[in-house]
């Protein structure tokens, strides 16, 4: 017993946002206390994608998946070449795939370059990068991210008029990334990266081969549940289970089951905020005419997603509501759960530089927020 208390607090000790969650939920469930409607609202749905996402993209690293992507990748020779690269395809693939699976497909592979090629001390400023790009990336797309998503549900608004009200912001911020990537190799713009043969010249096992089809149909499979929305996404979450269960079980031991917990923490949190009576009433006669403002500052305590489900019943102008909750993943860690993810992959590969991420995220997050927050407010005047 004594043994299992020491593993559990050594584990929250190294997991800072775990801890940070678990104390937010247990602080919530007395200001609403838990029933069945509490449960019910907690997004089993984000959770069940995230633990299919994560279980199969296991498999794509253990049999070198990415392989076709480390090839195309060497073609580049310089650093700010290759980080534009790796930026620019979370921010494009964002727009389909969502924010959270272009940053589980791109920050591996990031780290896996920079590694390969000796440019470790550039990691974490450009993965900063690509948690930006998949912010803003996403924001273009109805279906981008789950905010987007919601928002666009409830607002009744045509797809076409969507992305004409989140083009100029999407384009503003795709030029001010390449201008951070600028000034990041300010310095020596032509600084070269040779990624080493052992990495590029890597084969594909033959015997392998129904392992990477396998986990290539699944994940296929798992992007069509999330473009569709369809409601069979139980019965997937379970098909990938048992199929990964049969192909490799060890992969099933190797999902990031902290991060997974860390958001169920933050949905009963954000769940139990929403259901209590006195905060509604509060919110219902606050958030109207100032909600980019409201969406930005409740997602740094719940994230933008809650955020979003918790301001919409009091919303009148539902594209500042919007930009608010596209905007307000740039503030910090908590912002936007994407984060999060990207957070946890690092931290994963680099044990006990949690502190680091967190200097270096914020530093240049808040440097982009500082410049689009204006042109984002100045839209919220735009409404559908």
Known sequence: MKNLLQKTKALFQKEL???????????????????????????????ATLFMMLTVLEGFKKENIFLPLIRLSSGFTTMAGISLFVV???????????????????????????????????????????????I???????????QNLFIFSRSGVPVGKFILHMFPLSVFS???????????????????????????????????????????????????????????????????????????????????????????CFFVFSSSIAANPGISEFLKGSVSEHEFWWAIGLSQIISNVPASIVLWPFTTNMAALLYGADTAGLCSIIGSLASVINYRIYVREYPGNGGKFLKTFTLISWAFFLIVVIPGMLLCKWRF
């Not at 007395?30 to 089993?44: C, G, H, R, V």
């Not at 959270?100 to 990691?123: A, C, N, Q, W």
């Not at 803003?136 to 789950?146: K, T």
């Open 17 to 47: 946002m775990l801890s940070v969650s678990l104390l937010a939920a247990v602080i919530s469930l007395f200001i609403t206390p838990p029933s069945a409607a509490l449960l019910k609202d907690i997004d089993w749905k984000t959770l």
């Open 136 to 146: 803003r990336g996403s924001m273009l797309m109805p279906f981008g991210s789950p």
């Open 88 to 134: 620019f395809g979370v921010f494009f693939t964002s727009m389909f795939v969502t924010n959270d699976v272009s940053l589980i497909i791109f920050v591996p592979l990031t780290i896996l370059l920079f590694r390969s090629g000796g440019k470790e001390h550039y990691i974490l400023p450009v993965i900063s990068m690509e948690n930006i790009a998949a």
């Open 174 to 264: 795709a030029v001010l990334l390449v201008l951070f990537v600028k000034f990041l190799y300010r310095k020596e713009p032509g600084e070269k990266i040779a990624l080493s043969r052992e990495t590029t010249d890597s084969t594909w096992a033959p015997e392998k081969k129904r392992r990477r089809i396998t986990y290539l149909i699944l994940f296929a499979m798992i992007i069509a549940t999330i473009v569709t929305r369809t409601t069979l996404w139980p019965y997937m979450a379970l098909l990938v289970a048992v199929v990964i269960f049969f192909t490799d079980k060890e992969l099933l031991k190797q999902t990031d089951y902290v991060l997974l917990l860390t958001f169920l």
